[in-house]
C-alpha cells in the first residue's frame, strides 16, 4: 500500500501556449494544469527533477500534496506528456482529489511467485493485461497490484476478477479481462499436435508436365 508522503512545490503561471511553455521549460521547469472540484484549470509550473524523481518514486497513482506558497492542495497525476525521441517530461495534468473522495486509477500488474506451469511443466507465462482499473479512496491507492501465479499451470489464467484487491476498492476493469495465462512452450505444442495426429496434410504429388496417359484405343 502506498504510504509516502510527496510533496511537489508549484507556480502559477499566465503565459500559455506553445511560447510560454517553451519559456517554462527553458528554465528547467514543466508546463502543468490542475484541475477538477468545479473550479477552473489554473495553469503551473513544477521543476523538471522534482517531477521526475516523484514519478520514478512511486508518485503516478499517489496522492500529492501541491504546495503554492502558504497554500496547499492535493491532488493526483492524471497525465504526463514525454517527448517520444527523449522521453523527457513535456507537460503534466493534476486533477484535485481529496484524501477520501473515491477516484478511479489504472494500477500496474505485478507478478508474484514461480508458476507452476512453468516450473514443472515447461510453459510459458504471458501477462496480457498490464494495467488494472479500479475505484477506491485517493489516499490508500496502492503503487501496483500483485498477482499472485504459483498455482497456475499450463492452459491455466487469472481474470481480472480473481486479482485480490484493497479492502475498500471496486474493480472497473471488466472482471472476465485476462490478466496472466500460461501455454505450453512451442515445442511442447508441436509434440502435442504430433501425438493427436495432427500433422500437416501430405502433398499430392506433382503433375508430370508432357507425360501422356493412356487411353483405351477405339476402332475406327
Known amino acids: 500500500m502506498a504510504t509516502k508522503d510527496f510533496k511537489l512545490n508549484i507556480e ?3 503565459g500559455v501556449g506553445t511560447t510560454g511553455s517553451q519559456q517554462v521549460r527553458a528554465k528547467g521547469r514543466i508546463p502543468a494544469i490542475i484541475y477538477g472540484h468545479g473550479s477552473d484549470s489554473q495553469p503551473i509550473s513544477v521543476e523538471a527533477k522534482a517531477l521526475d524523481d516523484l514519478l520514478h518514486h512511486g508518485g503516478r497513482t499517489t496522492l500529492i500534496t501541491l504546495v503554492d506558497g502558504s497554500k496547499t492542495e492535493t491532488a493526483l497525476i492524471r497525465e504526463v506528456q514525454r517527448n517520444e525521441v527523449s522521453h523527457r517530461i513535456l507537460h503534466a495534468d493534476f486533477q484535485r482529489v481529496s484524501a477520501n473522495e473515491a477516484v478511479r486509477a ?3 500488474v505485478v507478478t508474484v511467485g514461480a508458476a507452476v506451469g512453468v516450473k514443472e511443466q515447461g510453459g510459458v507465462m504471458d501477462v496480457i493485461t498490464h494495467e488494472i482499473e479500479v475505484e477506491g479512496p485517493a489516499s490508500r491507492l496502492p503503487d501496483n497490484l500483485e498477482v499472485d501465479v504459483t498455482a497456475l499451470g499450463i492452459h491455466e489464467h487469472i481474470n481480472a476478477a480473481d486479482v485480490k484487491l484493497p479492502e475498500g476498492f471496486k474493480l472497473i476493469t471488466p472482471g472476465d479481462t485476462t490478466v496472466v495465462l500460461v501455454e505450453a512452450s512451442k515445442t511442447a505444442r508441436l509434440l502435442e499436435e ?7 496434410p501430405a502433398q499430392a504429388e506433382p503433375e508430370v508436365i508432357g507425360e501422356k496417359t493412356e487411353t483405351a484405343s477405339t476402332s475406327e
Open 12 to 14: 502559477r503561471r499566465d
Open 194 to 200: 504430433a501425438e493427436l495426429g495432427l500433422e500437416a
Open 106 to 108: 489504472k494500477l500496474s
